[in-house]
């Protein structure tokens, strides 16, 4: 018998039936959207699983999803007399999960170790409580797109199956105001699937080779929730249903999805999930589509069958050859969240920052201390994992919820692991802290200009222009590298709000109103950390800003550190004019790298930007390089600029100034300041890894302002293992939860051609293992006196360390 008979038979589908349709249910369930955790629990979780754990019991072969750990780890510990059936419905099948995720993350803004910590905490949660399941399945129902490289993060944690919602270009009611004839949208990736290739299924493939099979949610992740309703919605915010169980009008709805489904499946079979936001299990939905069965099949050929989104991607990977292998970018779908609410983005990735710096410190002082000590970082590990959640560190939730929670959580969190680095930091750090200052650059400040001569750059800043530069010349060609202007702080009257910029909607507004260079400013020069830093300040709609940008003599880099707040119902972009032509942006994303186009569906496109872009002019060859410290979003137009989103302070997306967007509720006010840290290079010619564009990012933590005690810190944590190839960095090293050891976390930009030479300083390697990002072992590695050789065949890879005392050299002939 072959798999897919086996499958078949395991769910009950006669083997003549030609067209199965398969209901899977769940309810999605945000931590902290519109309401704290504790009044989405209290309201609906706790009576949610109270009814999916009654339905199950009572329809033996029902299955129930659920789509992360959060909130079954509040229910596991305020009802423990529910802890038995849990945890024999969850091992036994009957009740799934489709992530062990702590979250349904977003994966765009988080840093990939922070993905990959939210599944592996999840998982280590269930295992800890006897609950046996480890899915191969990561499902992502409400995330506004993904990371282009979503593959090679999945594969590093053990995962070959996902399945999406929310894409590039596809209509989502309740957000858009054309109707649906005017979706999917021409260029997008909604248009690819939906007009091109025609299938809901496809093999995701990305830019690294890594591959997992992905099923699309064309018509939402709640398409199939008024099967057994008349009515608007089950969803809580706009509830208006009436039940309507009648065996006609069940046929009715099944008929309805089957036409949407059927025209795009390679497949026989048909996935319509029922799980929006915080609905109820419907009653008796097993016994409902038995009667369809019993009436219906006969006539219509469709068979239906409530099973989970995992039973039916294994059935989809039965008809693997008849599905599209593509290299998807869902982006963009919506481009505010990529820079709302910046000061709260900065404490999440602040956080896991130092998360990772003290298992370093821990690590550093030997596998058995390190255990002890990492114990009190189990708490703001959780806390980081769960600001991934597609509404947190995505700045999508009202000011309420900011305040009351998300906040707090985070500046606790980060107060604990402050105290277990402090255990680590040595008392002579600070005699390291200030280094012998470097020569400074060549500069003269007259008739309101300042010239600055470095190894690389002629520089002139005028305070003509507000601040802005007047001209950046290639010191050895001569060549002009930015235009007059370049360095500008532009204000947008932005209508948009917390998920979309006003340009993203039909009666939104994004239009320029002020610019610094309209305006003289004074100009300040310091000397600062072996460089320079030029100083101006500008006011935009009544709020100040100040800029400094900062330039050594021997650095290639032009680092600006912008801070300010912009005005209630504005965005502030940062404009530059680069002298290059190129039609292609290189830019990393959490997983690896990914080429894009200038622009897709919107004018301009702001594209999210991880930590570096790089564009290669398609004449000369070279090119130029933005750097941030932060994920942010960038654009270039293809008349030559580029733009940074700075600051941004869009309340709420109002169409024509009169009315909010339904599906978009939630309002956020700025109400403190933001350092905004980007820098510029131009390369030579050769593409971004040539010129070590990825090095250079990695290292912006420890630019021009970096704390120097942190800067020192993350120096010394960096010794805690050694790799032989300066193309791969240390991401995490940190006590291993399954097995002993120490896990080790290797990154690169891109799988390399060569192996990667791994040690331990001080300590010898006595057992190593391949293991997945869920610390699972996959194979045994050969180890040498010397180390630990491996093969980067990914852009991510996950080691398992034994060590020992090194051994004592013997003294030297003499």
């Known amino acids: 018998m072959d798999a897919a008979q086996t499958l078949r038979r395991k769910l009950n589908i006669p083997e003549d039936a030609e067209r199965v349709l398969i209901f899977g249910e769940s309810s999605h369930w945000d931590p902290n959207w519109l309401y704290t955790s504790e009044v989405y629990f209290e309201r609906f979780v706790s009576r949610n699983l109270d009814q999916a754990i009654e339905a199950l019991l009572r329809e033996p072969r029902r299955v129930y999803s659920i789509e992360c750990v959060f909130f079954l780890r509040m229910y596991w510990e305020r009802r423990p007399e529910k802890r038995k059936p849990l945890r024999e419905l969850l091992n036994s099948g009957r009740m799934r999960l489709t992530s062990p995720g702590v979250t349904t993350a ?39 797109g993904a990371s282009p490289n979503l593959p090679s993060l999945l594969r590093a944690a053990g995962f070959d199956r996902t399945a999406i919602t929310r894409i590039d270009g596809m209509y989502f009611p309740g957000c858009e105001l054309p ?13 690819r699937l939906l007009k091109e290739e025609r299938s809901l299924d496809f093999i995701w493939r990305d830019s690294n080779g890594a591959d997992v099979l992905c099923h699309w949610n064309a018509f939402t992740y709640g398409q199939g929730d008024m099967l057994a309703y008349t009515g608007l919605s089950r969803v809580y915010l706009v509830r208006f249903a009436l039940d309507r169980r009648s065996e006609q009008h069940i046929a009715r709805r099944i008929r309805g999805y089957v036409k949407q489904l059927a025209p795009h499946s390679r497949t026989p079979y048909l996935f319509c999930p029922i799980g929006f936001d915080f609905v109820d299990p ?31 991607l294994a059935l989809v990977e039965t008809h693997r050859e008849a599905l599209p292998v593509l290299e998807l970018d869902p982006n963009p779908y919506w481009t505010g969240f990529y820079t709302a609410r910046p000061a709260l983005k900065r404490r999440c990735h602040d956080l896991t920052g130092k998360l990772l710096l003290a298992e ?74 200030k280094e012998a200052r470097g020569a400074l650059p060549d500069w003269r400040q007259e008739g309101g200009r300042v010239q600055v001569r470095t190894q690389f750059y002629d520089l002139t800043w005028d305070e003509a222009l507000g601040g802005a530069f007047t001209q950046v010349i290639n010191r050895i060609s001569g060549e002009e590298l930015l235009r007059t202007g370049s360095g500008d702080l532009v204000s947008y009257r932005d209508s948009g709000g917390l998920w979309r910029m006003g340009y993203e909607f039909t009666g939104g507004t994004w239009k320029e109103t002020q610019r610094a260079s309209q305006r003289p400013a004074s100009l300040q020069v310091r000397p600062l950390a072996d460089g320079l830093e030029i100083i101006s300040t500008c006011e935009l709609q009544g709020e100040r800003f100040r800029r400094r940008a900062w330039v050594s003599a021997t650095s290639p880099l032009i680092h600006f550190l912008i801070e300010g707040k912009a005005a209630e119902g504005y965005s502030v972009i940062a404009r530059f ?9 290189h830019m990393d994303a959490p997983g690896g790298v990914v080429a894009r186009p200038l622009q897709r569906i919107y004018q301009p496109t702001l594209w999210p930007l991880h930590h570096f872009l790089h564009v290669q002019d398609e004449v000369t060859g070279r090119g130029l390089a933005v750097i941030q410290a932060l994920p942010g979003a960038v654009s270039w137009s293809p008349d030559g600029r580029l733009e940074l989103v700075v600051a941004r302070n869009a309340a709420k997306e109002t169409v024509f100034g009169l009315f909010g967007i339904p599906g978009h509720p939630a309002r956020g006010i700025e109400k403190e300041p933001y350092a905004f840290h980007f820098a510029l290079m131009v390369t030579r010619a050769g593409d971004w890894c040539q010129n070590r564009v990825h090095r250079l990012a990695w290292e912006m933590a420890d630019g021009p302002w970096a704390d120097a005690r942190m800067a020192a810190l993350r120096k010394m944590a960096h010794t805690a293992i050694a790799v032989d190839n300066d193309d791969v960095r240390v991401v995490a090293v940190k006590p291993a939860w399954r097995g002993r050891g120490i896990i080790v976390r290797l990154e690169a930009p891109q799988p390399l051609s060569i192996p990667v030479h791994v040690t331990v300083p001080g300590r010898a390697i006595a ?20 180390g630990v050789q491996v093969a980067m065949a990914a852009s991510i890879l996950t080691l398992r360390i034994e060590t020992e005392p090194a051994p004592l050299q013997p003294p030297p002939d003499t």
């Open 282 to 312: 419907i009653p008796d939905l097993v016994a409902l589509l038995d009667r369809y069965n019993r009436h219906r099949y006969p006539n219509t050929g469709v068979w239906v069958v409530n099973a989970g989104l995992d039973d039916y």
């Open 767 to 786: 057992r190593a293992w391949l293991c997945d990002a869920r610390e699972r072992d996959l194979a045994p590695l050969k180890v040498s006196p010397h």
């Open 577 to 585: 004019w680069p002298a290059i032509s190129g039609q292609t942006l």
């Open 179 to 191: 109707l649906p004839g005017k979706f999917p949208r021409p260029g997008s990736s909604a248009h």
């Open 360 to 433: 370093k410190l821990a690590c550093l002082s030997g596998e058995r201390d390190a255990r002890e000590v990492v114990q009190p970082l189990a708490g703001p590990w959780w806390q980081a994992a769960v600001a991934n959640h597609h509404d947190f560190i995505t700045g999508t939730s009202p000011d309420a919820v900011v305040e009351e929670e998300q906040t707090p959580w985070l500046e606790e969190a980060e107060q604990q692991v402050d105290a277990v680095i402090e255990a680590f930091a040595p008392a002579t750090l600070a005699l390291r802290e």
């Open 106 to 144: 977003d994966t765009l803004l988080p840093r990939a170790e922070a993905i990959l910590r939210d599944w592996l905490i999840g998982q280590e949660w269930l295992r800890e409580r006897g609950i046996e399941q480890e899915p191969t399945l990561a499902y992502f129902a409400d995330s506004f």
